[in-house]
Every structure is written in structure tokens, then in C-alpha cells.
T-cell receptor
Framework: NAGVTQTPKFRVLKTGQSMTLLCAQD?????MYWYRQDPGMGLRLIHY???????AKGEVPDGYNVSRLKKQNFLLGLESAAPSQTSVYFC???????????FGEGSWLTVV | AQSVTQPDIHITVSEGASLELRCNYS??????LFWYVQSPGQGLQLLLK??????LVQGIKGFEAEFKRSQSSFNLRKPSVHWSDAAEYFC?????????FGKGTRLSVIA
């Protein structure tokens, strides 16, 4: 029972490099989310999706892009990484917006 | 717009003492309410949730929370804290809009 799986778990990037974080869920959930967590800031929503083929901006979308081509996958892209994007990234999913949220274990990203 | 407030940024309690973490929400209707816990270096784990019905909700690890509509509160309680409860705690209202997290309450447990 995998639940929500994030890859990679750890990554170090150089400023200006690009990368994609993959989130996969096997629960057939409609809603998926990407959050970042920084010390003293709690979790802040980057982007979210309410179904396959849909995406929407959250609180802190700048510098990130997302895609939801398949219902089970939600990709978070950094086109040109900046040190300010050093953070822990969490993916989550839920059956609907008004329901239990399931989190992945996090992806630690460092941009140098 | 929905919002949640956890007034206490950091709380320190002695092992074996009781605990209450406060959560106040602002929402147009009664939201679904959740408490999550995040241990250091870990993801978030669901402690308990309230959808409707009995306003006193039991969760895992001996935690409970009480929904009080008149006070717009959903405070988390535990009668006797264990050292392993040291973690970050998040109160989350879930509605039809994207999930909003407070900054959480960090719990430290001392011997």
C-alpha cells in the first residue's frame, strides 16, 4: 500500500539548473497538492490540481510549474533553480477537497 | 476565505503532564477539521479528524480533540505527554478550497 510517493527524496542543484519532482498516488484521488516547508513558515501551498489535466496556483507559485497529465501523477518543475527554493517539498492528495489529506514523506532540495 | 490560527508557536511541557494545543478557525460553514503531527525529519501523519456528529473526537497515540462551534475552536488534548510526542502539530480545516495550513505549534517535552 504505497499511498503517496515522492521522488527523489534528496537532491542538490546548482543555481540555474532545472529539475522535476514526481508525486505519484495509487488511491485514485482527484485532488493533489504541492507544498513547501521552510523553518518558521509552516507549509505553504505552491500549486494544486483538482483533477486530471487541471492545475491552479497556490500561495507561492512563482518559479514553479506543474503538470497533471495522468490522474495518479503530479509533477513539480523548477525551470531555473534559485537558492530561495531550497526547501522541503511535500506532495499530498485527497479524494475531494473536503476530505482526509494524505502526505508523501517529503523531498529535500538544496540549491547552491 | 478560510483560515486557521494556532496561537502558540512553541510549547514546552514536562513528560507526564497534560497538554492542550489551541486551534481557531475562520470559515463560512463548518469545515472538516484535522490535526496532523510531524516528527522531526518526517512527513505529516493524521492524528484525528472531525467531520460531523460527536464533537469529542478520539485519535491515535492517545490524543483527542473537541469541536466547539460557538468558539470556532478545535483544540487538541492529551492527558499525559510522552517524550515521543515532541513534534510539530498542525490544525487544518478542509473545505472546498485549497488546504490552508497554520504555522503549526512546536511541542517540546522535557524530563
Amino acid at each position: 500500500n504505497a499511498g503517496v510517493t515522492q521522488t527523489p527524496k534528496f537532491r542538490v542543484l546548482k543555481t540555474g539548473q532545472s529539475m522535476t519532482l514526481l508525486c505519484a498516488q495509487d488511491m485514485n484521488h482527484e485532488y493533489m497538492y504541492w507544498y513547501r516547508q521552510d523553518p518558521g513558515m509552516g507549509l505553504r501551498l505552491i500549486h494544486y490540481s483538482v483533477g486530471e489535466g487541471t492545475t491552479a496556483k497556490g500561495e507561492v507559485p512563482d518559479g514553479y510549474n506543474v503538470s497533471r497529465l495522468k490522474k495518479q501523477n503530479f509533477l513539480l518543475g523548477l525551470e531555473s533553480a534559485a537558492p530561495s527554493q531550497t526547501s522541503v517539498y511535500f506532495c499530498a492528495s485527497s479524494p475531494t477537497g473536503r476530505n482526509t489529506i494524505y502526505f508523501g514523506e517529503g523531498s529535500w532540495l538544496t540549491v547552491v | 476565505a478560510q483560515s486557521v490560527t494556532q496561537p502558540d508557536i512553541h510549547i514546552t511541557v514536562s513528560e507526564g503532564a497534560s497538554l492542550e494545543l489551541r486551534c481557531n478557525y475562520s470559515y463560512g460553514a463548518t469545515p472538516y477539521l484535522f490535526w496532523y503531527v510531524q516528527s522531526p525529519g518526517q512527513g505529516l501523519q493524521l492524528l484525528l479528524k472531525y467531520f460531523s456528529g460527536d464533537t469529542l473526537v478520539q485519535g491515535i497515540k492517545g490524543f483527542e480533540a473537541e469541536f466547539k462551534r460557538s468558539q470556532s475552536s478545535f483544540n487538541l488534548r492529551k492527558p499525559s505527554v510522552h517524550w515521543s510526542d515532541a513534534a510539530e502539530y498542525f490544525c487544518i480545516p478542509s473545505g472546498n478550497t485549497p488546504l490552508v495550513f497554520g504555522k503549526g505549534t512546536r511541542l517540546s517535552v522535557i524530563a
